[in-house]
């Protein structure tokens, strides 16, 4: 018999972690409704050392914002929950990489490059997913947000085998109200992509985004870091004095478009900047189609595919015996619900050979009543004969009641008689 152990955390179960960051973890998890149709998302939560008022703060404070965003560029954040302690985001599962990933993984090959079509294409995408979100208004108020992301950097660009480019991590995201209330100086972020005015902890506007994706299309043309350095003071050094050497030194081959871009999107100057991320989307599909016109996101796809070959393989099997849990031949051996440390209850998963379907489907309606709740779950495991019909007992105060009511009931009938008797005998006396 096979078996394993799942943590689990409200309605979810906890199938892999996919990475842990500053802020948490993130893992990738199933959540199971009704009739066993189940999702996979992705969740991020707390980490422990990180519990309390702060930490609660930083994530609401990402949930609040990031669930106003819906566009296809940007991670959808569906939930914010907390469960004994621990503060969670359920997102939109991306079954891909990060842009990070995707760059270490070429590091050292003969095509450590990424293609120019390909550089350019990941760029456009951000800007657009930038651009939405710093024009994003409140879904409630409709006031906007005026959002700024903060922290622009390849580690927070996933992008999907299918070839979708998408911006997450708006844990220290501010819209402009908030920059207002808490002051800035506070300098957080990754430095090395920091505009000049961020690394000065000087205020921000959406500029600053766009500055640090011009870093990042920079690096990816390059193929070489700006302002990175051994350091942490130095590379914040480098970030404020943003001095960026001719990208030409670095790619000899790079076309004069792309190097007006490139200096257009990295000016210290934020009035000779891009203004808006659609604007730079706009120049940036425009050399792509004059370049690159046959270019289209189904050949991204196919790069990325052929790039992760062997991690797709694995992961989709993976997800694919995670599909399987509880819906086929799974079923719960036994549950921990009393979390130690805040930590998410575990349930044991066993793998029953040769079950029928029918039962599976059983299995997996026991596993729905555990996560609803402990009651339901222990009524499930006495299995009632779902063609007859239940016997109920019924409790003596409410036997005792009906009496009661029937009696009164008799009593009013026998008055209102004997009332018509009474009258008809008093007229026939007559
Ligand atoms: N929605 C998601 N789908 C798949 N992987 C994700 C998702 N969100 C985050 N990850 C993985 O977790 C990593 C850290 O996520 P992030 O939100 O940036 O956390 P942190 O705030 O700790 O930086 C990402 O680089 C990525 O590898
Ligand atoms: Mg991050």
């Known amino acids: 018999m096979n078996s394993k152990t799942y943590k689990r955390i409200g309605e979810f179960i906890l199938l892999e972690k996919l990475n842990s960051g500053g802020m948490g973890e993130v893992w990738l998890a199933k959540s199971v409704g009704a009739f066993n149709v189940s999702r996979f998302v992705a969740i991020k939560m707390t980490l422990n050392h990180l519990q309390g008022v702060k930490a609660a703060q930083l994530f609401m404070d990402e949930a609040k914002l990031a669930i106003n965003l819906q566009h296809n560029n940007i991670v959808s954040v569906y939930d914010f929950k907390v469960e004994k302690g621990k503060f969670y985001l359920v997102m939109e599962y991306v079954h891909g990489t990060s842009l990070q990933q995707l760059l270490e993984k070429r590091k050292g090959t003969d095509q450590s490059r990424l293609p120019l079509p390909i550089i350019i294409f990941i760029i456009r995408e951000i800007a657009l997913g930038l651009d939405y979100a710093h024009h ?29 480019v998408k911006i997450i991590d708006f844990g220290i995201a501010k819209s402009k109200d908030k920059i207002e209330q808490t002051g800035d100086g506070i300098i957080k972020g990754n430095c090395s992509y920091m505009s000049p005015e961020q690394a000065s902890g000087q205020p921000l506007d959406l500029t600053s985004d766009l500055f640090s994706l011009g870093i990042i299309l920079w690096e990816l043309v390059a193929n070489d870091r700006l302002f990175y350095a051994e350091d942490l003071y130095a590379t914040l050094k480098n970030a404020r004095e943003a001095n960026v050497p001719d990208i030409r030194q670095f790619n000899p081959t790079v076309p004069a478009e792309i190097v007006r ?43 990325m595919k052929s790039s992760f070959a062997t991690e797709e393989k694995e992961i989709s099997e993976k997800i694919k015996t995670y599909a399987e849990v509880i819906n086929s031949g799974w079923k719960i051996a036994e549950e921990d619900d009393e979390a130690q440390n805040n930590e998410p209850a575990e349930i044991t998963i066993e793998l029953i050979e040769g079950i029928s379907a029918d039962e599976a489907s059983n299995k997996a309606i026991d596993l729905k009543s555990l996560l609803v709740g402990q ?17 109920t007992k019924v409790p003596i105060h409410v036997l005792l009641k009906r009496a009661a009511d029937l009696l009164l009931k008799s009593v009013f009938i026998f008055i209102v008689i004997a009332i018509i008797y009474f009258v008809f005998f008093k007229i026939a006396m007559r």
């Open 136 to 164: 994003c208004t409140d879904r409630w108020s409709q006031k906007p947000l005026q959002l700024i992301h903060r922290d622009i950097s390849p580690q927070n660009v996933l992008i999907s085998y299918e070839g979708n």
């Open 261 to 303: 871009i490139i200096h257009k999107t990295l000016s210290v100057d934020r009035n000779a900047r891009y203004r808006v991320g659609r604007d730079l989307a706009k120049d940036l599909t425009s050399f792509l189609s004059q370049e690159f016109a046959s270019f289209t996101q189904n050949d991204f796809a196919i790069f």
């Open 375 to 391: 009651e339901a779950f222990s009524a499930q495991k006495k299995p009632v004969p779902s063609e007859q019909p239940k016997k």
